[in-house]
């Protein structure tokens, strides 16, 4: 009887605990399509708060925290951008296309040595996505090293 009883209790909390948590997760996917709607709209300022939302009701959404810090580069808050990039990849470190951003957002703020890492880590990720691949010959190119994307297409062309 105290075993049945037991059993009961765990599966009143389990299921209290999941009833609770499943909402955060919607309402965060939620509040990233909202997000989404309004930087379609060219909302920015509103795209920022409904992502801002996003990753208060989940935490541990890489996405969100990528698209607010596309949305705080276009406008220009880098060091935020960068913050944001960051936190993506400490929730999701396999994502060779947030290293490829936050690669970007360091090319902007000439922080070329970080820039490259980041290329690198992109490349080491995901090393046959041709995707990456040819951002990494832009990056190259906005930095300055034409004969690094010049190799860089060359092998893509040969392969």
């Known amino acids: 009887m105290m075993t049945r009883s037991l059993f009961l209790a765990l599966f009143a909390i389990l299921f209290f605990s999941l009833s609770i948590a499943q909402p955060q997760v919607n309402g965060a996917a939620q509040q990233v399509q909202q997000g989404d709607m309004a930087l379609k709209l060219g909302d ?3 795209a920022i708060i ?3 939302n996003a990753v208060s009701a989940d935490p541990q959404n890489a996405d969100a925290f990528m698209k ?3 949305v705080l580069a276009k406008l220009g808050r880098n060091n935020e951008s960068l913050d944001d990039y960051n936190r993506a990849i ?3 470190p396999n ?3 947030f290293y490829d951003l936050r690669a970007k957002m360091k090319i902007i703020a000439l922080d070329f040595p970080g820039a ?3 290329m690198s880590k ?3 990720v995901s090393p046959k996505d041709q995707g990456i691949q040819e951002s990494m010959i832009d990056n190259h190119l906005r930095m300055g090293n034409y004969r690094s994307a010049l190799v860089l297409a060359d092998s893509i062309l040969t392969n």
Do not use: G
């Open 44 to 46: 920015w300022d509103k």
């Open 50 to 52: 409904h992502y801002t």
């Open 68 to 70: 607010r810090a596309k």
């Open 90 to 92: 400490a929730i999701n």
């Open 95 to 97: 994502s060779a296309i």
């Open 116 to 118: 490259r890492a980041d």
């Open 122 to 124: 992109a490349l080491s």
